[in-house]
């Protein structure tokens, strides 16, 4: 059997299909590489103007998910879209329940300008106009009006009092009192018990009398105060209307086109009057909260709070990286003065969901199911349409405070969800809503195909790299190495790796070498480099074990033969940093009924997978040799020297050959390792890492010592798979190493113990001379050996017995 060439040992680039010299030559590409499904699903989510079609993407990290969306969304979204600025203002009907502005991208950051404008006019203008002489005299004037009336009026009670000796006397501000007099001096409950009934009766009925009256009069008195105060107020306003009156027209006409805007300014010149204190007044009050909310602009009641600003003609994509409730859905600010907490509508924050609003958000669905409460009011928001911002306490009924409640906010968003495939797997299984929120699933690669096209895009990927992340360009010899690198990384000749993670790591690493170098561009050389250097910085662990090989802790025979040993494949794993070991299966046979002991799964060392494998070889040789008489050899099998848990069916055309070995008594070359799962019918079954397991039994061949027999069996459906490191293509090419393909057990069997396998004629027997044929007579031997002993049995039964 021949060995495998080094064409198929590794799929080189070939250079000429590379239409430039460098990277700088190449136009950097808009999207991700390869990901052509997943950008039509979210080119179709994005499209749909119903609610519902929101975007799970699907795949491992690394594959650029994120970076494919930005791009994406970059070059494609919807500019025909409105945008617009989200404003709180005060409430004066119900302060509680701060109203909301919604005016075009631009003009909410205007508005407060303006109102801002207006108010540092009037908190200088007002106190001058209401302490000036012409408003004074007026008021005054107002005042002394209806002072006199009152005056008057109740002096007129007084008069017609005194003459019925009686006093109307003031007892407290606003409340009077009508006293029988004794001449000048108020009677005296002794005087007025002396005087005789009748004058006291008519005192009493002229008392009666004058109190009727005078409580008519007190009632004109209070009529002619409201009159007073309304009149007051009407002079407040004009003078008020006075100074303010033409600026809020000016405002009123700037936002003519924006209904809810002017009905604000016009509630506004209504408060205005009503609240001239908080001009006229210095208010500590207000004047510390201000301080503590660092916010020092008064009056606050007249503030606009801007909760969204967005920039004319731009649909906002906002990436929320830490997804808590308040990050998310907004909160209010408190602040405390003097022991009091205090807050209004100008301390309203706003979150993601506000800042993403007509746009899109995109979020790590990890995160937002890891923090309390926001997955459920995402899925409310996305279901009402609306953002109502309520704090956190109130959602976990732990606070009965006073807070706002802002008016809810119209939702028109789009939202992203990142995740990998067993998050999106279990909310379809334990989330009902979640399939009619996130109809769209964007759906990764993690491959594509190998093409000189591909190759071709794959170096415009490579380029867009070097020129987001600043590096040196890289020539077409770097290119073609990363390519290949791409190719291993996918394990396949015919793929490449869309892993952008990685690729980006090992440009950077190059880029580096390259610089300590003082090179201009990036090299094949410096490829290697930064792929030597990771794999030494990772290799510690792997390291330990071809250690323990070197100095023969690990018990390993790479060259002669022997009976019922092989050599097996391992791939072990330390932190993403992968290497293959090879290990030493043993198997022995006995007499007995045909079982084989799997020692590893009786020791709870075997995997399912691995016993799975151990059955289908046991299935294997019973359908080979026990067809028609029963298998009188039992056997046992093991990996040598192993401590931990084995699983996979990789091993399994190992075990099988060790069995095969063992039955036959024909030894198997020590200088070859083996490694592939095997079916019920024979035929060897693709595994993973190949190439990790073959470099892996050449160090260790360089360990115990090289020599030119030297190699390795692997399943023949691998040989696409193989993307072998420089230092094996190297032994190769010297002779000093081999890579065999083997499709059967048969084949396998032939090449490990040097004879044929041997094919049955019509009567089921294997020729002399072959592996099987061997097993065959050994078998025969032993049923003969059974029927002697049968019948001699059944001899000694018969002979008659002697008393």
Same mark, same amino acid.
């Given at each position: 059997m021949k060995s495998l060439s080094l064409h198929q040992l590794?799929?080189?680039?070939?250079?000429?299909?590379?239409?430039?010299? =460098?990277?700088?030559?190449?136009?950097?590409? &808009?999207?991700?590489? $390869?990901?052509?499904? +997943?950008? !039509?699903?979210?080119?179709?989510?994005?499209?749909?103007?119903?609610?519902?079609?929101?975007?799970?993407?699907? $795949?491992?990290? $690394?594959?650029?998910?994120?970076?494919?969306?930005?791009?994406?969304?970059?070059?494609h979204a919807d500019?025909?879209?409105?945008?617009?600025? @989200?404003?709180?203002? &005060?409430?004066?009907?119900?302060?509680?329940?701060?109203?909301? %502005?919604?005016l075009p991208a631009g003009r909410g950051s205007q508005l407060r300008q303006d109102m801002d404008r207006l108010m540092g006019r009037l908190v200088k203008v007002v106190p001058q106009t209401f302490d000036s002489d012409s408003f004074l005299e007026r008021a005054e004037q107002l005042k002394s009006e209806y002072a006199g009336k009152q005056e008057e009026a109740l002096e007129k009670v007084a008069r017609q009092a005194k003459r019925k000796k009686i006093s109307l006397t003031v007892t407290t501000p606003g409340g009077y009192r009508l006293v029988a007099m004794n001449g000048d001096d108020p009677h005296t409950a002794e005087t007025f018990a002396a005087l005789t009934p009748e004058q006291r009766d008519q005192f009493e009925a002229d008392i009666?009398?004058?109190?009727?009256?005078?409580?008519? =009069?007190?009632?004109?008195?209070?009529? @002619?105060?409201?009159?007073?105060?309304?009149?007051?107020?009407?002079?407040?306003? !004009?003078t008020l209307e006075s100074v303010t009156g033409h600026q809020l027209d000016e405002l009123v006409a700037r936002y003519g086109d924006q209904p809810d805007v002017v009905a604000y300014l016009e509630a506004v010149r209504t408060d205005?009057? *009503?609240?001239?204190?908080?001009?006229?007044? /210095?208010?500590?009050?207000?004047?510390?909260? +201000?301080? &503590?909310? %660092?916010d020092k602009k008064l009056p606050r009641r007249y503030q606009i709070n801007v909760l969204v600003h967005q920039k004319t003609g731009d649909v906002p994509v906002v990436v929320e990286d830490n997804p808590t409730y308040h990050n998310l859905f907004g909160y209010v600010e408190n602040v405390t003065y003097k022991g009091t907490v205090f807050t209004d509508f100008t301390l309203v924050r706003p979150g993601s969901l506000h800042r993403a609003n007509g746009g899109y958000l995109l979020m790590d669905a990890i995160k937002v199911l890891e923090q309390p409460f926001v997955w459920d009011g995402l899925k409310r928001a996305l279901r009402s349409r609306s953002m109502q911002i309520n704090s956190l306490e109130r959602e976990m009924t732990l606070s009965g405070t006073i807070s706002l409640e802002p008016e809810a906010i119209p939702l028109d968003v789009k939202i992203v969800l990142f995740g990998d495939r067993e998050t999106w797997m279990l909310l379809q299984e334990y989330d009902a809503e979640f399939a009619e929120l996130f109809r769209v699933t964007a759906d990764f690669e993690n491959e594509m195909d190998r093409t000189p096209e591909s190759q071709l895009q794959y170096a415009k990927f490579i380029a867009s790299l070097v020129k987001e992340k600043g590096l040196l360009h890289c020539n077409r010899k770097a290119v073609a190495r990363v390519i290949e690198y791409s190719a291993r990384m996918a394990e396949h000749q015919d793929r490449l790796s869309l892993h952008a993670a990685d690729i980006a790591n090992l440009l950077r690493e190059s880029d580096y @070498?390259?610089?300590? +170098?003082?090179?201009?561009?990036? *090299?094949?050389?410096?490829? /290697?480099?930064?792929?030597?250097?990771?794999?030494?910085?990772?290799?510690?662990?792997? *390291?330990?074990?071809?250690?323990?090989?070197?100095?023969?802790? =690990?018990?390993?025979?790479?060259?002669?033969?022997?009976?019922?040993?092989i050599n097996a494949l391992s791939v072990l794993s330390t932190g993403g940093f992968e290497f293959g070991l090879a290990n030493r299966i043993t198997?022995?046979?006995?007499?007995?009924?045909?079982?084989?002991?799997?020692?590893?799964?009786?020791?709870?060392?075997?995997?399912?997978?691995?016993?799975?494998?151990?059955?289908?070889?046991?299935? @294997?040789? &019973?359908?080979?040799?026990?067809?028609?008489?029963?298998?009188h050899l039992s056997a046992s099998i093991t990996f040598e020297q192993n401590y931990g848990e084995v699983d996979g069916d990789s091993a399994s055309l190992a075990e099988l050959c060790a069995l095969i070995s063992s039955l036959s008594g024909i030894a198997i070359r020590q200088d070859l390792a083996i490694t592939g799962s095997v079916n019920q019918f024979g035929e060897v079954q693709p595994i993973g890492g190949v190439n990790e397991k073959v470099e892996g039994f050449y160090q260790a061949c360089q360990l115990t010592g090289a020599r030119p027999q030297q190699g390795v069996i692997v399943p023949t459906i691998n040989v696409q798979n193989l993307m072998l490191d420089a230092e094996v293509l190297d032994a190769v090419r010297r002779r000093q190493f081999a890579v065999y393909a083997v499709a059967s057990v048969d084949d396998a069997v032939s090449l490990l113990m040097g004879r044929p396998a041997g094919e049955p004629d019509r009567d089921g027997q294997y020729p002399m001379g072959s592996v099987y044929g061997a097993i065959q007579q050994r078998l025969e031997k032993m049923r003969e050996h059974e029927r002697q002993e049968q019948q001699a049995a059944q001899q000694d039964n018969k002979e008659p017995s002697v008393h």
């Open positions: 590794y799929k080189a680039c070939v250079l000429k299909d590379f239409p430039f010299k =460098t990277t700088r030559q190449l136009e950097p590409l &808009a999207e991700i590489v $390869g990901q052509n499904r +997943a950008q !039509e699903a979210v080119r179709f989510a994005l499209a749909m103007p119903h609610g519902g079609y929101n975007v799970y993407a699907v $795949g491992r990290n $690394g594959l650029g998910k994120r970076t494919m969306m930005l791009r994406y969304l970059e070059h500019t025909d879209q409105q945008c617009h600025d @989200w404003c709180y203002v &005060a409430n004066f009907e119900e302060p509680r329940e701060p109203k909301v %502005l919604k009666d009398k004058l109190e009727k009256k005078l409580r008519q =009069t007190l009632r004109k008195v209070a009529d @002619w105060e409201q009159e007073y105060a309304e009149r007051q107020q009407l002079l407040n306003q !004009e205005l009057a *009503d609240n001239l204190d908080i001009f006229l007044d /210095e208010n500590e009050e207000q004047a510390a909260i +201000a301080y &503590a909310s %660092l @070498w390259a610089r300590q +170098a003082g090179a201009k561009l990036i *090299d094949a050389d410096h490829i /290697e480099q930064a792929l030597a250097s990771a794999r030494y910085r990772s290799s510690r662990i792997r *390291d330990q074990f071809y250690e323990s090989i070197r100095d023969g802790s =690990t018990l390993l025979s790479t060259s002669g033969e022997c009976v019922g040993q198997a022995t046979t006995y007499y007995g009924g045909g079982d084989i002991l799997d020692i590893e799964r009786d020791a709870k060392l075997g995997g399912n997978l691995h016993s799975k494998g151990v059955m289908i070889l046991s299935a @294997w040789l &019973a359908s080979r040799f026990a067809v028609t008489d029963p298998l």
